[in-house]
T-cell receptor, first 115, second 113 residues
């Protein structure tokens, strides 16, 4: 399986500030995904990030709030902007497995608490 | 639209007993079905998947799942549960022509010693 790392693993932030989460994969992948898991909830897809193109956002998520970068085939960032306590969640990146393109593998997640 | 239902928020079993976690799905066309497990303060780990072929699929840690097209179900099973199987389990589905995964609400499994 692909090895995926995320930084930071957790953070506590003040409202109104922004946090950038990094996702690094040990192999080149076409598609990377960002999910949000609110406390006690399931996973919700925020956006899909393909290298060389703008991210595609799901309904309810906008680029101004969650800007995404995808500078190469092994790296992506998600920024949570102008944070409020409602943004407190676990944020996970995932990738399509490079050899098994029908399976998504997930990073360890970033646990964000906004005060 | 596609969706997944996990009707049980929690499943409690004794160690050594069979474990079943239920999942039903709705999707247009042929389904790709997945089970993931999430341990506390960890990301999601892939357990197994059904794409095509044999309806009974085997995965990691002794888990298996059976695809039932007529009942649109994909229940996760383990013949003999371990305390270490205690975790949050997610069922997910995607259509064969789409990359987007839809997740169920999750089922918390507790295996008591």
């Amino acid at each position: 399986s692909a090895v995926i790392s995320q930084k930071p693993s957790r953070d506590i932030c003040q409202r109104g500030t922004s946090l950038t989460i990094q996702c690094q994969v040990d192999s080149q992948v076409t598609m990377m995904f960002w999910y949000r898991q609110q406390p006690g909830q399931s996973l919700t897809l925020i956006a899909t990030a393909n290298q060389g193109s703008e991210a595609t956002y799901e309904s309810g998520f906008v680029i101004d709030k969650f800007p995404i970068s995808r500078p190469n085939l092994t790296f992506s960032t998600l920024t949570v902007s102008n944070m409020s306590p409602e943004d407190s969640s676990i944020y996970l990146c995932s990738v399509d497995h490079p050899a098994l393109t029908d399976t998504q593998y997930f990073g360890p997640g970033t646990r964000l608490t906004v005060l | 639209a596609q969706s997944v239902a996990q009707p049980e928020d929690q499943v409690n079993v004794a160690e050594g007993n069979p474990l079943t976690v239920k999942c039903t799905y709705s999707v247009s066309g042929n389904p790709y079905l997945f089970w993931y497990v999430q341990y506390p303060n960890r990301g999601l780990q892939f357990l197994l998947k059904y794409i095509t072929g044999d309806n009974l699929v085997k995965g990691s840690y002794g888990f298996e799942a059976e695809f039932n097209k007529s009942q649109t179900s994909f229940h996760l099973k383990k013949p003999s549960a371990l305390v270490s199987d205690s975790a949050l389990y997610f069922c997910a589905v995607r259509a064969s022509n789409d990359y987007k995964l839809s997740f169920g609400a999750g089922t918390t499994v507790t295996v008591r010693a």
